[in-house]
């Protein structure tokens, strides 16, 4: 596609379920981030892909999160026993590559994860 | 942590330049200075990145000073559309390190 893809763009979920959020990144970007952005503060990564293993998950904040990308290309954030606290945006971005500069990267409009 | 300083809001005229401050005193030698700009509801937008020469380009100018030690990101006609958080990040230009955000200038570009 033309962009970065993430869906749903929004979600409601009660504490204690499980949640996946997808992102489908640009065709042929073998790069993907996940980033968590809560109300009033800027992106904060949680991990990153170089085609389908995760090349750094030093940013998941617990075991709770887990993500894949078993083709290289669509990504799930997988998040266990939802917290209230994990009511933030999931933002992913992809770039052709790790090697490409910030320049390079495209995000999509994330997903408003809530927690209720 | 973000290696960048910026002032939390500021406020333009229509019509008028947006010049949006950034101080990042410990910069290395081979990081380069990026901003980005996040239109609400949507994610982060690349605008333009320098080593030590000012660049400009379609969106924006970028005038680094020469120690390197602060930057400012101008938008030389401001539009309501410009309204924005506009972040400044330091990092090497290729390599395998995230983006590191801070909490960004949010610019408000009043009629």
């Known amino acids: 596609g033309a962009g970065v893809s993430q869906t749903p763009s929004n979600k409601v979920t009660e504490k204690g379920k499980y949640v996946e959020l997808r992102c489908d990144p640009i065709?042929?970007?073998?790069?993907l981030y996940w980033y968590r952005q809560s109300l009033g503060q800027g992106p904060e990564f949680l991990i990153y892909f170089q085609g389908t293993g995760a090349a750094d998950d030093s940013g998941l904040p617990n075991d709770r999160f887990f993500a894949v990308r078993p083709e290289g290309s669509v990504s799930t954030l997988k998040i266990q026993r939802t917290e209230r606290g994990d009511s933030a945006v999931y933002l992913c971005?992809?770039?052709?590559?790790?090697?490409?500069?910030?320049?390079?990267?495209?995000f999509g409009s994330g997903t408003r994860l809530t927690v209720v | 942590d973000a290696k960048t300083t910026q002032p939390p809001s500021m406020d333009c005229a229509e019509g008028r330049a947006a010049n949006l401050p950034c101080n990042h005193s410990?910069?290395?030698?081979?990081?380069?200075v990026y901003w980005y700009r996040q239109i609400h509801s949507q994610g982060p937008q690349y605008i333009i990145h320098?080593?030590?020469n000012n660049e400009t380009n379609e969106m924006a100018s970028l005038i680094i000073t020469e120690d390197r030690k602060s930057s400012t990101l101008i938008l030389p006609h401001a539009t309501l559309r410009d309204t924005a958080v506009y972040y400044c990040?330091?990092?090497?230009?290729?390599?395998?390190?995230?983006?590191?955000f801070g909490k960004g200038t949010r610019l408000s570009v009043i009629a």
């Open positions: 320098g080593l030590k």
């Open positions: 065709s042929g970007h073998t790069a």
């Open positions: 410990t910069i290395s030698g081979n990081e380069y």
């Open positions: 971005a992809s770039s052709l590559t790790p090697m490409t500069g910030p320049q390079g990267y495209t």
């Open positions: 990040i330091v990092r090497v230009g290729s390599g395998n390190t995230p983006l590191v």
